[in-house]
């Protein structure tokens, strides 16, 4: 989750567990050279919220911790509990993009996991709405997923850190605080043992099946998956002889290639089974922005509009996401001491004193240049995409990182000449190129 050296966000409500969070990654500053701030979302649903905020200002300053508060607005459409979470991970995004932080911080524990994987089940989820609460997603770390709450009680108690009891906790209109304290005691007192432990278990192997089937499904695309302009061209043939999840997670993973952007899980299994389903020859039918064109045992599946990567300023620090081409850009600034240079395509080092700040990235456009790493001169961007086996359909979908306006990394492919890391560089900008579905 955390190597060193990162600007982690934390987001604390002021309750135990949130408080535990910071507590904790303020102990870890030194060690992992952290770099810490604290921000506290106000949903307004409480005429005393404004205590909560005073409670966590103060905690801050006691921990040597900077805090902001941002007030939200919380839709009243639908469900309260769903849409004050989302407008908390919203801000939550929107300030570690501000402040050029690294990591997104949340104080989610097993008991919150245990909680999660009872909801799913009571709303008839797959394998991957078992998997519960993820460990790590995009830059949103949980580093407390594995801890009870009594623990993180227990450590508060011992550090002399007092939390806030949030009222809205019991309020049993909510259905996580229903199976908080009515199923889950309940099936405790049926079930000798620790039900939390027992369900924080299925979600670590529910996560573990969840990644190799990911894997699987990766490698099958690369394999069955032709690319036609903007979009994807499948066997059905190939695709009934996979195992149906396989099959499904195939679908979801082209789309998100493709810069689809809907509800993907749903979206991937019901495609599958219109697909394999249709008769040929038949008109292009469309489910959730995506077309599926079939033609005998060949099966076209497109998104409405072609992708253009859209000029724009890259975060550094921060993340930059690009949601065209489901693709996103981490950046760090760091010092040089002790820096090893990375050896993955997808990451690069500049010098960051040699560099034109700020950094844009963008799709390509005609008459593009490069200057490749270790080679003379100037190329055509084209020609050298060619000459690297580059398909046609893939070279709109990379990122093109400016310093000034000259290309300095074709990201994840290659590198260029500008800015490179020496004995004598002091500062690097280091970037990373991850997918949206990581």
């Known amino acids: 989750m955390l190597t060193g050296g990162e600007h982690v966000v934390i987001g604390v409500s002021g309750g135990a567990d949130s408080t535990a969070l910071l507590s904790v990654l303020t102990s870890l500053t030194s060690a992992y050279r952290l770099r810490l701030s604290a921000l506290h979302v106000d949903h307004r649903l409480r005429p005393e919220s404004w205590r909560d905020a005073e409670h966590v200002q103060a905690l801050g300053a006691r921990l ?5 508060v941002i007030p939200v607005a919380v839709s009243s459409n639908g469900s309260l509990e769903d849409a004050a979470r989302q407008a908390r991970y919203a801000a939550l995004e929107r300030h570690a993009n501000q402040i050029g932080a690294d990591r997104i911080a949340l104080g989610h524990t097993a008991d919150d996991q245990a909680e999660t994987v009872l909801m799913r089940v009571l709303e008839g989820a797959g394998l991957r709405g078992l998997a519960g609460i993820p460990p790590t997603r995009g830059r949103i770390i949980r580093p407390l997923l594995d801890l009870r709450r009594a623990e993180l009680t227990a450590h508060l108690d011992a550090v002399g850190l007092g939390w806030i009891e949030d009222p809205t906790n019991r309020d049993l209109r909510f259905l996580r605080n229903r199976i908080r304290h009515d ?3 309940l099936l405790a007192t049926a079930h000798a043992g620790d039900l939390s432990a027992r369900l924080a278990r299925v979600a670590r192997e ?7 089937l990911e894997r699987v499904a990766g490698d099958a695309l690369g394999r069955l998956a032709t690319i036609d302009g ?3 061209v499948l066997a059905r043939s190939a695709l009934a002889g996979l195992p149906p999840l396989v099959a499904a997670d195939v679908l979801r993973q082209g789309a998100v290639r493709l810069g689809h952007r809907g509800p993907l899980r749903a979206w991937a299994h019901r495609g599958l089974r219109r697909m394999l389903a249709a008769p040929s020859p038949r008109r292009p039918f469309r489910l959730d922005g995506v077309t599926f064109d079939v033609s005998g045992d060949l099966v076209r599946i497109g998104v409405a509009a072609p992708v253009h990567l859209r000029r724009r300023v890259l975060n550094v620090p921060g993340v930059t996401l690009l949601s065209e081409i489901g693709l996103r850009i981490e950046a760090r600034h760091i010092g040089a001491a002790g820096y090893v240079l990375p050896r993955d395509r997808g990451c690069v080092a500049f010098d960051a004193d040699a560099l034109a700040m700020p950094l ?11 200057r490749p790493f270790s080679e003379r001169g100037e190329r055509r961007l084209k020609t050298f995409l060619i000459d690297a086996k580059v398909p ?9 990182v400016e310093s000034g306006r000259e290309i300095v990394w074709v990201g994840g492919l290659r590198r260029g000449s500008q800015a490179p890391v020496t004995p004598a560089t002091r500062d690097i ?3 990373t190129v991850k997918s ?3």
């Open 230 to 232: 903007d979009a994807l």
């Open 392 to 400: 046609r359909w893939d070279r709109d979908r990379l990122p093109l």
């Open 429 to 431: 900008v280091e970037l």
């Open 436 to 438: 949206l579905a990581d």
């Open 360 to 370: 844009h990235v963008r799709g390509r456009e005609r008459g593009d240049r490069f």
């Open 183 to 185: 199923l889950l005691p």
């Open 206 to 212: 529910a996560r573990q099946a969840v990644d190799t």
């Open 64 to 68: 040597g911790v900077p805090v902001d």
